[in-house]
């Protein structure tokens, strides 16, 4: 079993729909977790870090994290062509451990 | 303010050849991270610095693979005899590095390392 966890997609949405993209991760030590996005041929960048149970909302972004059940979620309201991309789940998995874990990534694909 | 860089961009080698990816991390940075990223997985960790020091290691897959941050800012990611395997795009991130949850990693553009 993968500790980070992520439906590869893709998952299309219509543009101005939101977008949902989910991850599970294994370790209940686990202690912030990060959204990256990486368009194709690019390398990885931030879009938000959760490490409270509830929401955390950043302008058309909002990450979900419920601890009890090991997931955490980013829902993108009126989702773009240009958001378009690899969504990639990281958790940063044991307590004084700085790597992050990444999930394999879900692609989303906004049909305008 | 400049990112993470990373050179070259592109490396061709031969099977069994040595090479040396160098990442420059964000002024100021005193955490470096090496991953690598095979096609269609996550970015896999490979070793981590806080200043000069390998804090961890526990990624690197064997004892072909090393690097170094000896003035703790610019580092050095080295492979010997490189196998067909090592082929991916080996990422370099940095982050403040102060003890917490939330210190976050920016990534550079990556060494996308190909091995004929």
């Known amino acids: 079993q993968k500790e980070v966890e992520q439906n590869s997609g893709p998952l299309s949405v219509p543009e101005g729909a939101i977008a949902s993209l989910n991850c599970t991760y294994s370790?209940?030590?686990?202690?912030?977790f990060f959204w990256y996005r990486q368009y194709s041929g690019k390398s990885p960048e931030l879009i938000m870090f959760i490490y409270s149970n509830g929401d955390k909302e950043d302008g058309r972004f909002t990450a979900q994290l419920n601890k009890a059940s090991q997931y955490v979620s980013l829902l993108i309201r009126d989702s773009q062509p240009s958001d378009s991309a690899t969504y990639l789940c990281a958790a940063r998995t044991t307590t004084g451990r700085r790597a992050l874990t990444f999930g394999s990534g879900t692609r989303l694909q906004v049909q305008p | 303010g400049a990112g993470v860089s990373q050179t070259p961009s592109n490396k061709v080698t031969e099977k069994g050849k040595y090479v040396e990816l160098r990442c420059d991390p964000i002024s100021g940075h005193t955490a470096l991270y090496w991953y690598r990223q095979s096609l269609g997985q996550g970015p896999e960790f490979l070793i981590y610095f806080q200043g000069t020091g390998a804090a961890d290691d526990s990624g690197l897959p064997n004892d072909r693979f090393f690097a170094v941050r000896p003035e703790g800012s610019v580092s050095t990611l080295k492979i010997q005899r490189t196998e067909r395997g090592d082929s991916a795009v080996y990422l370099c991130?940095?982050?403040?590095?102060?003890?917490?949850?939330?210190?976050?990693?920016?990534f550079g553009p990556g060494t996308r390392l190909t091995v004929l």
């Open positions: 991130a940095s982050s403040l590095g102060f003890v917490g949850s939330t210190d976050t990693q920016y």
């Open positions: 370790d209940r030590g686990s202690q912030s």
